[in-house]
């Protein structure tokens, strides 16, 4: 059977091997993207990731899901806290993988939106792969950030703790605004500002900008979805 030709460490004609790939996401993007748009490679990239996301799940102490289903039970008026689950190292474990494999479904998927809305609605000229491409290689950024926010998720006993642009206005009253706000993860912005670099990469008609903008108004758009229900 043959894999597919990112395998980490395999050398793929025209492109570095993953881990320097991932090095380059952080300093050098764009002509990492240039190499990406000859050689649209995606599925180890991808899969790395969200397996580096899903470990830092399994890092998040027991002690830090127990009050958060406290906290989710008596926000329902939950008096008999005695159903609560109790975590161990078999939750991690199912936790790290359903976040592992989540990850990579959300990636396939945004590959598919960005695909539809650069390609389909703004005529852009780009291939389905060269767009999953990018994304998998921009998703390094979130997975860096799922380890930077994991002190600060087992110091305040917070799973769901992330750092985002509520976090720079702490004091903001609550309501919908900050709950937009809470949903703009920091690291998902810049994930969306290199991802508009992709774009502009792939399509040189696109400025750098302008792919950003799309980007970020993709993400803002999604918090403020997420704000309403939160």
């Known amino acids: 059977m043959t894999l597919p030709a990112d395998v980490p460490g395999e050398q793929t004609p025209g492109l570095p091997p993953l881990p320097v790939r991932a090095v380059k996401v952080l300093v050098s993007p764009g002509a990492l993207f240039a190499q990406l748009k000859a050689v649209p490679v995606w ?5 790395a990731t969200a397996v580096v996301s899903g470990i830092s799940v399994w890092f998040i102490p027991d002690e830090a ?5 406290r906290e989710q039970a008596l926000e329902r008026g939950q008096g008999d806290l005695s159903t609560i689950p109790q975590p161990g190292p078999a939750f991690r474990m199912l936790g790290s993988l359903g976040a592992a494999v989540s990850i990579f479904i959300l990636g396939v998927l945004l590959a598919c939106f960005t695909y539809g809305v650069f390609v389909f609605v703004l005529g852009d000229e780009a291939t389905f792969k060269q767009h999953l491409s990018v994304i998998a290689h921009a998703s390094v950024i979130p997975a860096i950030g799922a380890f930077a926010t994991l002190p600060l998720r ?9 750092l985002s642009v509520g976090t720079l206005f702490p004091f903001l009253p609550e309501g919908y605004f900050f709950s937009v706000l809470q949903a703009l993860d920091l690291f998902a912005l810049w994930a969306a500002v290199l991802t508009g670099l992709g774009m502009s990469v792939l399509d040189s008609r696109r400025s750098w900008g302008s792919g950003a903008s799309v980007m970020i108004g993709l993400t803002v758009a999604f918090a403020m979805v997420v704000g309403f229900f939160a």
Do not use: V, Y
């Open 154 to 162: 087992i110091a305040q006993l917070d799973p769901q703790l992330t």
């Open 43 to 47: 599925f180890w990239t991808m899969l």
């Open 65 to 69: 899901w127990t009050t958060f289903f």
